[in-house]
């Protein structure tokens, strides 16, 4: 993607804070046609380990597409991929500065990485992969689907395929205005005043980098 300097954050944990807050992401791989196709789907990010709690290197997202849709087959025929995962993003008024001579904008957070996709497609290792999808959203359903009939998870867990994405590259984007301070004061105000969620996720996240002071300091 585009990425000035003033917007490029090389800091893995914010990659993956956005990948955990924002889960879900665009897995993005050619057709047979050789054009885009795009899944939208939950992904759980791993990394441990050998990563060293680096978001690259051992550093797996984990996921699961439908069997009808044709993207497990495009990941297996061409395994390199791209997983895109947006987080709070909101307009700009050129009301926050100080001066008339000023332009919108488009305030986002991002991650882009590039990743080598592996098939799980054995009931042990699905179930495994869809116990890390329930804890990451909801830990009480556990017990529930363990409780159904053996025969119907099965039949669900047939129509699915399952994959690991190891990541190999990332991007990170922040685009904050970091590279207009005379600006901060004002935007942190107008985004938290909105009445939109993308909007005071972006307040919150001017002040985990420091461009503004924190709330009660």
């Not at 990394?47 to 978001?55: F, K, L, T």
């Not at 990743?115 to 992969?129: G, Y």
């Not at 099965?154 to 590259?169: N, P």
Request: glycine share 6%.
């Amino acid at each position: 993607m585009y990425l000035p300097p003033q917007f490029a954050s090389s800091d893995p944990a914010l990659a993956r804070a956005l990948m955990r807050e924002h889960p879900l992401a665009s897995l993005i791989s050619n057709d047979d046609d050789g054009l885009p196709y795009v899944t939208h789907l939950p992904l759980h990010l791993v990394a441990e380990g050998g990563a060293g709690g680096d978001a690259e290197g051992d550093a797996l997202l984990l996921g699961h597409c439908a069997r009808a849709n044709p993207h497990w087959r495009y990941l297996q025929q061409r395994p390199r991929a791209v997983v895109t995962f947006m987080g709070p993003q909101a307009y700009l008024s050129p009301a926050v500065y100080p001066d008339l001579a000023r332009v919108p904008t488009w305030n986002y957070l991002a991650v882009h990485a590039t990743v080598q996709a592996r098939l799980l497609d054995e009931p042990e290792a699905k179930d495994a992969l869809l116990k890390q999808l329930i804890a990451d959203h909801e830990p009480a359903y556990a017990a529930q689907w363990h409780g159904l009939e053996a025969d119907w998870r099965q039949g669900m867990l047939r129509g699915i395929v399952a994959f690991e994405l190891s990541i190999e590259a990332l991007q990170c984007k922040l685009k904050l205005n970091q590279h207009r301070p005379e600006s901060h004061a004002a935007m942190v105000q107008a985004y938290r005043s909105a009445d939109n969620d993308g909007a005071r996720g972006l307040a919150d996240w001017m002040q985990r980098l420091g461009l503004v002071p924190q709330e009660g300091v």
